[in-house]
Structures are given as structure tokens and as C-alpha cells.
């Protein structure tokens, strides 16, 4: 069977260029993938403590049997560090690595955008558009939109208080259901294509993604874009269906369809990042907010 291959528009800092690495230790001989599981001792710690300026930050630290060097990245969405090391590499020196980097990881943190979460009055873009969340107790229902006073958009939420974040978040997750289904169904009637199915998922990693199969798989968080980007993302992975590479042949398909490809682009290389800060709190699932020592 041959495998399924998977391609998509990847987010601008899963990989961070800029990571620290020590080099000097092997991962040893192929085949020792297993192995590296037996090299962490049951006692062996899942982090380790970086102090910087009075501030603690926790480091994931993880083996890896392809790691040749110890390497700091910050992964941007959950804002967590995590430390990759050789399968034999030294817990002392990844926390000698780590701790000489203390100044690299305040400073990568401290340059995130601030998280923002759900919230009574909080502002979040639904297509592209500011709306204030103002949590309505006393109505029936989940989630919806309506106009304020002086025609400020309004996402309004009903329930108790602790259920605000949840209701928003499932709110935009089924607008943008509704949206990326629709503009990828538009595409494929164009391309004379076929959809399995299309999927939203919080991810982290890329913005949509498609496979031979015709399943169709983007981030929810599309929906707090402009209508053009996520038009844009629609296309872009519904041409896979034909081109499943990015050859001048597929940009050329893509450009057809969608001429602003370019302007989508540049708006995602320079907001992209800002729409992961959304629904998150600042300690929510992320240990590495610095904290007086």
C-alpha cells in the first residue's frame, strides 16, 4: 500500500532558525530508536529549571535518536522550551546548555505576543473583524453575534461564567467548520476535484494540510483571519488534489483561482503568529511563564 502523503502551509515558527545547539554528542548507530528509551532513567526528570534574572522557566527536556547536538526551540502556540538531546547525551550538561541559554529563552519568550483567553470583554477577530465578548447569564442559547451600540460587533455568550471560554471556542471552531468546508467545496467544483472530507483542528504545526485521499484538514483559527486568507488556505490545499508538490505548476493552478495568493501570504507571514495567542491564558497548559524566584 502506498503511503499517504500529507502536504500543507506550514506556520512561519514551528522551526526556530534561530535555536540554540551544542554539538559534540552522537546519537549513536542507526537502528537505536528503541534504545533511546532506555536510556532515560526511571528517575530521570521530564524538566529541568532554567533561573534568569529572578525569573524561573521550566524546560521540556526530550531524547531523541536522531539528535546529534543539544537544541533549544520555543514552541510559539503553548509558548512551551523544549530541550532535545542525544539518546546518550548527559542530564548535567543539557542542564549546563539550558541554563548558559537562560538569557536566549527570556528573551524568546518575552518577544511572543501576550496570550489572550476568552473572556467577558476580551476583543477577538472573527473574520478579520474586532469583536468584544459580553457574557449574557440570563439568555438561552450558546453563542452568537449581534450589534452594540454604535454598531461595535458584539460575540455574545450565554451560560454560567466558567463556560465562556469553552462556548466561544466552540462557537468559532463551527463557523470556521462552516466557512473552510464551504470555500474548499467551491474550489474542488472548479478544479473538477473530489472531497472525502474536511476537518478543523487546533493546529500547531501547519495551517491546512491534504492528502491523496481527498481529506482536507485546517487550523479553526483561520476564521479569525480576513475571508481572502482563508479563501486563500482553501485553495491553496484544494490544488493539492491535483499538484500534490509545490512546483511552479501548482502556484500557476493557485493563481488562477486566486490572484490575491500573494497578499494572503504576506498578511499570514506577518500576522500568523498573533492568531495562536487567542484563547490562551497566560499559565493555561504552558509552564514557562517566568515566575519570581
Not at 3 to 18: A, H
Not at 79 to 102: C, D, I, N, Y
Not at 133 to 145: D, K, Q
Request: net charge positive.
Amino acid at each position: 500500500m502506498t503511503p499517504r502523503k500529507r502536504t500543507g502551509w506550514w506556520l512561519p515558527f514551528v522551526s526556530d532558525r534561530g535555536a540554540a545547539t551544542r554539538g559534540g554528542s552522537t546519537a549513536g548507530p542507526p537502528g537505536t530508536g528503541l534504545r533511546a528509551l532506555l536510556y532515560r532513567r526511571p528517575s530521570e526528570p521530564q524538566s529541568i529549571q532554567v533561573v534568569f534574572e529572578r525569573a524561573i522557566y521550566l524546560v521540556r527536556v526530550r531524547r531523541h535518536r536522531q539528535a546529534r547536538r543539544y537544541t533549544l526551540r520555543i514552541h510559539a502556540p503553548t509558548r512551551e522550551v523544549v530541550l532535545t538531546m542525544p539518546p546518550r547525551g548527559s542530564l548535567k550538561q543539557a542542564k549546563e546548555f539550558a541554563q548558559k541559554h537562560g538569557a536566549w529563552i527570556a528573551a524568546r519568550l518575552h518577544r511572543l505576543p501576550v496570550a489572550l483567553p476568552f473572556a467577558d470583554g476580551a476583543m477577538v477577530p472573527l473574520r478579520g473583524v474586532e469583536h468584544r465578548i459580553v457574557h449574557r447569564p440570563g439568555r438561552r442559547g450558546t453563542a452568537w453575534t449581534e450589534t452594540g451600540e454604535g454598531n461595535e460587533p458584539l460575540l455574545c455568550v450565554a451560560g454560567d461564567a466558567p463556560h465562556v471560554d469553552r462556548r466561544v471556542g466552540d462557537f468559532l471552531r463551527r463557523q470556521a467548520r462552516h466557512d473552510l468546508d464551504a470555500a474548499s467545496r467551491r474550489a474542488a467544483e472548479k478544479l473538477g476535484v473530489t472531497i472525502k472530507r474536511v476537518s478543523v483542528r487546533d493546529q500547531s504545526s501547519r495551517w491546512g494540510s491534504c492528502s491523496t485521499t481527498g481529506v482536507l484538514s485546517y487550523s479553526w483559527r483561520l476564521i479569525l483571519a480576513p475571508p481572502f486568507v482563508l479563501e486563500y488556505l482553501a485553495i491553496h490545499e484544494v490544488a493539492h488534489l491535483v499538484e500534490m508538490n509545490h512546483s511552479p505548476r501548482f502556484w500557476r493552478l493557485v493563481l488562477r483561482l486566486c490572484p490575491d495568493a500573494g497578499q494572503a501570504k504576506s498578511w499570514l507571514d506577518a500576522h500568523g503568529t498573533d492568531l495562536h495567542r487567542y484563547g490562551f491564558s497566560d499559565d493555561a497548559g504552558n509552564q514557562n511563564t517566568p515566575v519570581t524566584a
